[in-house]
């Protein structure tokens, strides 16, 4: 098992998720709800259906993509929804 790839994929999600639409929903689903064990179960399921969907859709990128383009997309997709947001597009 190579930990470096598990802590540094668990350290970006963990930053890029903080205070994002998602944990809002979470948050906003406990309140509501004031079930939180039952929320953080169908916050965690979904999360891990849409991770494998992108492990699926990644692994079968990186057999048509090099990595290294394909981490280029990535960066140029980030910074173009960033500038939309900036720019209240989004």
Same mark, same amino acid.
């Given at each position: 098992?190579?930990?470096?790839?598990? *802590?540094?994929?668990?350290?970006?999600?963990? =930053?890029?998720?903080? &205070?994002?639409? $998602?944990?809002?929903?979470? /948050?906003?689903? !406990?309140?509501?709800?004031?079930?939180?064990?039952?929320?953080?179960?169908?916050?965690? *399921?979904?999360?891990?259906?849409?991770?494998? =969907?992108?492990?699926? &859709?990644?692994? $079968?990128?990186?057999?048509? /993509?090099?990595? !290294?383009?394909?981490?280029?997309?990535?960066?140029?997709?980030?910074?173009?929804?960033? *500038?939309?947001?900036?720019?209240?597009?989004?």
């Amino acid at each position: 098992m190579d930990w470096k790839i598990l *802590l540094s994929t668990f350290g970006l999600l963990f =930053l890029a998720e903080l &205070g994002d639409k $998602t944990q809002l929903a979470v /948050i906003a689903q !406990t309140c509501k709800h004031g079930q939180p064990w039952m929320v953080f179960l169908g916050a965690t *399921l979904a999360l891990a259906a849409v991770t494998a =969907l992108g492990v699926v &859709g990644g692994r $079968t990128l990186a057999v048509c /993509i090099s990595p !290294t383009t394909l981490q280029k997309l990535a960066a140029v997709a980030f910074v173009a929804m960033g *500038l939309l947001m900036w720019f209240e597009i989004l």
